[in-house]
């Protein structure tokens, strides 16, 4: 494994929050937001109103520079969200989970633990030196992010729509040069 569990969770819920905010958006009711947060086993508080799903998605275009930036710049940028949100690291062992990190308490609202979870998931990716693990969609008209945790780094594109549209695209281009 790349990164610990709770890194490799906090890395994929946040790769999926910021393509959420891509065409056709997606996560804009309480519903959906619901779904999120029990796909990813969000513990703690949760209001389930519109204006945690409106808070939320105000973190996103923070959250994409994040993941996007290049090393030395991500570094800043963890630690200015780290202090803004007086982040205070602590071992935490609750829900059936195992001892992980959590640098804000359970109580504070969603948004500002989801960007701190995801600012401390920068800090190993940072520490490791593996930001090639997060680039962008190999598909010439998405912006999506792609996480590739995988051993052969294989993953290119960030859904798997994206990928059977350009394995379609491929196989057109091989049949059409066959003829
Ligand atoms: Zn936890
Ligand atoms: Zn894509």
Known sequence: MVFAHDTAMALQAAVT?????????????????????????????HDGDQAEVD????????????????????????????????ALPQLSRHDGYDWHLHAVAPDRPLADRITVETAMAMIDVIRA??????????????????????????????????????AVAAYRARQASAT
């Open 17 to 45: 929050l910021v393509n959420s905010a891509l065409e056709p958006v997606t996560l804009t009711t309480p519903d959906e937001l619901d779904e999120f947060l029990s796909d990813f086993g969000y513990t703690g508080r």
């Open 129 to 166: 030196d593996e930001l090639s693990r997060l680039g962008i969609c190999a598909d010439d008209d998405c912006e999506g992010l792609v996480l590739d945790l995988s051993r052969n780094r294989s993953r290119r594109f960030c859904s798997t729509a994206c990928g059977n549209r350009n």
């Open 55 to 86: 808070a939320v998605r105000a973190i996103l275009p923070h959250l994409r520079v994040l993941l996007t930036s290049g090393r030395d710049n991500a570094a800043s940028l963890v630690n200015e969200m780290l202090f803004q949100a007086k």
